[in-house]
């Protein structure tokens, strides 16, 4: 008897010091079932079935030299288009991180991209309501985030690995700004700014409209704060340190999706925001699918909250009636009225009782789908729940009987195992594929079906087609692609490639008669040619022609021995976003000095 209690003293006694890494031992272990249909070697079905090939040409444009590959070759119907100009890359740079540390494979790593993200979920979640909260609560909110249905449908149904990501980033970032209000000084600053930026690289349709939820939520932390002034401008210095940090991708993205197609297919068409308005009976059941989003009330994937989860946000409201009238408006009743309205109003704005606001608020549209919101839904209700259970909690404790202590530990184990055993069965894929890296980027992989599922980053000026379903399609068939970079349309040369990387094509011309030369590759405002006549041994300029059905490069050349080399360059536009994302690493390396040397000069006075 001796032997046991001193044991369980002894074990007490290790968690209590190492706390950290208890909390993060029981954070990997409940994300293990979310993952488990991953952990082997199998890639997986999905509706967005494009990221080994666009980590695939991350990687090529990295290792050609451009630590941030724009423009990319082989998309686009093997014409290329600038990527990476538009979509967020911060995934694929973590499935490169992975690819290079462990030598893995493709398929692999974003894998690893995806078990990554369920956990940083949990921990995000779990440290955000710490800060309010006891651990067992924090648990109970971190288990309903990591298990919500739209965290299994992003991953497993939609395979919207950007927007599954930002669900991890999100509760950083409340976490973020919540300490700068709580202790506003330039780390937690620091802290802010980073999260802020690794967002906007992760998902900028997401990032936009949680602008409003953060400002709401910064106005609520004002009123807590007991430095008010100090604390907005220590927000303000973070939001402006992460929008700097991010200029490369976002101002260029902003601006120059006019010269795409993006506006005219998405918010055009089948991803037009009115057709995909959720009916409010889904939230409480749709059946699981992994079919299309369609407009009326019979999608092929499910919106539903979740029963287990409803009856907990019922069982929140309860519980904080009885906690308000002991403890009135205190921090937490606040707290939890927050997020919980935040959770009624964006489930309203899937709905098209909402349509008002989608009309007078334009920038919503880019969002795509309504229902996209689900992604702050998710975060919201997880909050709400756990301060429900916590609310329990509290009134359970306070009864001073003999298990009031371990009765709230029951009921947070048994909740946990409930939801892990009602939910884990939507998190596994519709079948898995035995596929190899380069099965997967295959030409015909990349010019062809991937090309065909996602085109809206083709410049404008491409010729376009309706569909039989009414919908734009670019005027392309697999027998049109042309699998050379070149091609001489009129007249004889004889053509000698010396470069062929994305944003660099050099090539050496022969020609006894003057002849037409063709860069297969679409044209987009940074791409430049020039000529060096290797007998006056000049450079010159050149004009190209794009006025043609596919956008593409043309040179009149007249006879002679030349060089041709096309660039794609940045221009004054994404250089001046270089520079200010320069300049705000270099803010934010500054910072972080001084904050070291503060720490340093602080410990060193307190010795003294």
């Excluded at 919500?148 to 927007?163: P, W």
């Excluded at 906007?200 to 704060?225: D, E, K, N, R, V």
């Excluded at 091609?487 to 002849?515: C, P």
């Amino acid at each position: 008897m001796h032997y046991m209690l001193t044991t369980k003293y002894n074990l007490i006694k290790v968690v209590k010091e190492h706390k950290f890494f208890f909390e993060i031992l029981c954070l990997l272990i409940i994300s293990i079932p979310a993952v488990f249909s991953l952990l082997n070697p199998y890639y997986f079905s999905m509706h967005d079935d494009q990221h080994i090939v666009r980590l695939f040409l991350l990687e090529r444009g990295v290792r050609q030299g451009d630590w941030f590959p724009r423009w990319v070759d082989g998309l686009g119907f093997g014409y290329g288009y600038p990527l990476f100009n538009f979509y967020p890359p911060l995934i694929y740079y973590i499935g490169f991180i992975f690819r290079l540390i462990f030598g893995i494979s493709l398929v692999s790593s974003m894998k690893s991209v995806i078990i990554l993200g369920f956990f940083l979920a949990s921990l995000g979640m779990y440290y955000f309501m710490r800060q309010f909260v006891s651990r067992t609560a924090s648990f109970i909110s971190a288990i309903v985030y990591t298990y919500y249905s739209y965290h299994a449908i992003t991953a497993y149904v939609r395979g919207a690995f950007a927007e599954f990501f930002s669900l991890s980033i999100l509760p950083f970032v409340f976490l973020t700004l919540y300490l700068v209000f709580k202790k506003p000084s330039i780390r937690n600053s620091l802290w802010f700014g980073l999260a802020i930026a690794l967002l906007i690289l992760t998902h900028p349709l997401i990032a936009l409209p949680s602008i409003p939820f953060l400002c709401i939520f910064g106005i609520l932390m004002i009123t807590f704060s007991s430095e008010k002034i100090k604390s907005i401008l220590y927000a303000k210095v973070g939001a402006l340190l992460g929008l700097m940090l991010s200029a490369f991708f976002w101002i260029p993205s902003f601006i120059e999706r006019q010269y795409t197609l993006v506006d005219k297919v998405f918010l055009g068409e089948l991803s037009s925001y009115f057709l995909h308005f959720v009916c409010p009976q889904q939230f409480w059941y749709s059946p699981w699918g992994f079919g299309a989003s369609i407009k009326g009330c019979y999608d092929g994937i499910s919106f539903q909250i979740g029963k287990i989860f409803i009856f907990a946000i019922i069982l929140s409201l309860i519980t904080a009636v009885v906690y308000f009238k002991k403890n009135r408006l205190n921090t937490n009743v606040r707290m939890y009225l927050f997020f919980l309205v935040m959770s009624f109003f964006t489930y309203f704005l899937m709905t098209d009782g909402s349509v008002f606001v989608w009309n007078i608020f334009t920038y919503l549209r880019y969002l795509q789908f309504p229902w996209r919101l689900l992604t702050f839904a998710s975060f919201f209700v997880s909050i709400s729940i756990g301060f429900g259970f916590y609310f329990l909690n509290d009134f359970i404790s306070k009864l001073e009987f003999k298990y009031s202590k371990i009765i709230p530990i029951i009921i947070c184990i048994c909740y946990i195992s409930g939801v892990i055993i009602v939910q884990q069965k939507y998190f596994y894929p519709q079948n898995v594929r035995n596929v190899s890296d380069t099965e997967l980027t295959s030409r015909y992989e990349i010019a062809w079906r991937v090309s065909r599922s996602s085109f809206e980053f083709v410049p404008k000026g491409v010729k376009t087609i309706k569909s039989d379903l009414g919908t734009t399609i670019l005027d392309i068939s697999p027998e049109t692609i042309q699998k050379s970079p070149y091609s001489i349309t009129w007249g004889r040369a004889d053509v000698h490639i010396i470069q062929d990387d994305f944003n660099k094509k050099i090539f050496d011309l022969k020609s006894n008669e003057e002849s037409q030369f063709q860069l297969n590759t679409f044209f987009f405002p940074g791409w430049e040619v020039d000529i060096y006549n290797k007998e006056s041994k000049q450079f010159s300029e050149i004009p190209m022609n794009v006025f043609n059905d596919l956008h593409l490069m043309q040179i009149h050349l007249p006879r002679g021995d030349f060089q041709l080399r096309f660039e794609f360059k940045n221009g004054k536009l994404r250089s001046y976003s270089n520079f200010i994302s320069i300049l705000g690493v270099i803010l934010y390396l500054i910072l972080i000095l001084v904050v070291f040397l503060s720490q340093v000069a602080g410990k060193y006075i307190h010795k003294k």
